[in-house]
């Protein structure tokens, strides 16, 4: 195994709540209200559609995709969706920060450091806006690959709280059978002061439409009696995933840190926190300079 890259699940494409597009000349997201389900391949800078996407949504009465059905490719609910506070260098997309609001691993002027994280309301690069809490949920959607995935990739708090409660409380109630599970991936909306009363919508995980709980349980339950008589091992491919994701510093490649950034981290007003130049040519050493250096003559 190449050291220092991460091993992360097979992806085959997107699944999505929003897009990017051009207004006045700048690419700017923007959010949806329903699921496109997209491939890995961009044509005139947009995501071609997965024929999953136009398949989903023969005979549903509306037009909008709101619920897709999923399965889950671990039992580990923190390896099917990877939560942490994480900031970019927006000329390159590298990862320069990663947190867990206890510690976090941030490339300095020495190299990789471990320090602490105080969460993005307590640190000087979040209070900016540079620094956010940044998830990847990997779910299969059909039975086409049963280990090729489609990433749900999301910075917003409404859905990152859900899902982390949702896949714990599944896991729990299961009995550790997480990835047996027939579940749904489900759009909700909610209104807010912070969004002025306004509609905002999220991501959730829940069992089927046509399913109970104990029923969902039972379907498990009996999948992976299958699979166990099959020679299926679930324990070993968490392992190798928990392995694969170990083996690198950041889970995120610079190509698809740029996308990161164009979609979840657009550039803000806001002065710069001290230190970190965001579009500036300046390498990655030099934007993380502590202050007391950079004011050294």
Known sequence: MIKGLAITPPVLGRISIGK??????????????????????????????????????????????????????FNDPDL??????????????RP????????????????????????????????????????????????????????????????????????????????????SLPLALRIRGKSTTQSFRQAIFYVDITTRPEHSLAQSIAMATETNLNRQQAGFDQQALDHAAKLGFANGEFEVTEDEGLEVVEEFYPTTNQEPPSGIEVQSTTSLKQKLLPKTQEAAP
């Open 96 to 179: 320069v920060c990663v947190g867990n609001g206890e510690t976090c691993k941030r490339m300095t002027a020495k190299g990789m450091e471990s320090l602490a994280c105080p969460s993005p309301m307590a640190c000087e690069y979040g209070q900016a806006g540079y620094c956010k809490p940044y998830g990847r949920l990997n779910v299969l959607i059909g039975d086409e690959d049963e280990l090729g995935t489609f990433v749900f990739r999301t910075t917003g708090y409404n859905s990152i709280r859900t899902l982390l409660s949702r896949l714990h409380y599944f896991s729990a109630v299961s009995n550790n059978q997480l990835a």
């Open 80 to 93: 099917n969706f990877r939560a942490q506070y994480s900031m970019f260098d927006h000329k390159t997309g």
């Open 20 to 73: 990017v597009v051009e207004k006045n000349g700048k690419r700017m997201p923007e959010k949806d209200d329903e699921f496109t389900i997209t491939t890995q391949v961009q044509s005139k800078g947009q995501w071609v559609k997965h024929p999953l996407d136009t398949e989903l949504r023969q005979g549903e009465d509306s037009s909008k995709l709101r619920i897709i059905p999923i399965r889950l490719l």
